[in-house]
């Protein structure tokens, strides 16, 4: 699906590189100022509204998504609509990693505590199991133990 290649690439570092440090700089304080009104994910894009910071302006309209050359992106501000990344993507795609960040930790939330609910037998054969068939699991395992030995925990 289109929307995890955006995810995939709409990395906080990869889009600096892409809109420069002082429209990064820019989107990031509309995003952590909470200007973000809105966010949707589908269909190999992103589309968000945008308060703008100027009291009687219609909200910002703002799209970004893949093409065969890279991220497009528009937006209804005077910046966009001259076809440039503006700081608006730049916090609709924070926004959207932020929110993906979050859902993730839910989800690990949800894991831990089914796994609070299996015994300890249960759960070293299911992660020996798992370890098996996945070498770097296993290396993470090693390394887990040994310092939990060298800690005496």
Do not use: N
């Not at 420069?20 to 966010?39: D, I, N, S, W, Y």
């Not at 949707?40 to 998504?65: N, T």
Request: proline share 2%.
């Amino acid at each position: 699906m289109l929307t995890t290649g955006i995810a995939s690439i709409l990395h906080r570092d990869t889009i600096a590189v892409i809109v420069g440090a002082k429209t990064f700089e820019r989107g990031e304080q509309c995003f952590t100022g909470k200007r973000v009104l809105e966010v949707e994910a589908a269909r190999g894009e992103l589309r968000g509204k945008v308060k703008p910071s100027e009291a009687g302006r219609a909200h910002y309209m703002c799209r970004i998504w893949l093409r065969e050359e890279g991220v497009a992106y528009e937006c209804t501000c005077p910046i966009g609509v001259q076809r440039q990344f503006c700081k608006h993507a730049v916090a609709i795609a924070l926004h959207h990693l932020a929110t993906e960040r979050a859902d993730a930790e839910r989800g690990l939330g949800v894991l831990k505590e089914a796994m609070l609910t299996l015994t300890q037998p249960a759960l070293v054969d299911g992660l020996l199991q798992l370890a098996r068939r996945d070498q770097e699991l296993a290396d993470s395992l090693k390394r887990m133990c040994l310092d939990a030995l060298s800690r005496g925990t």
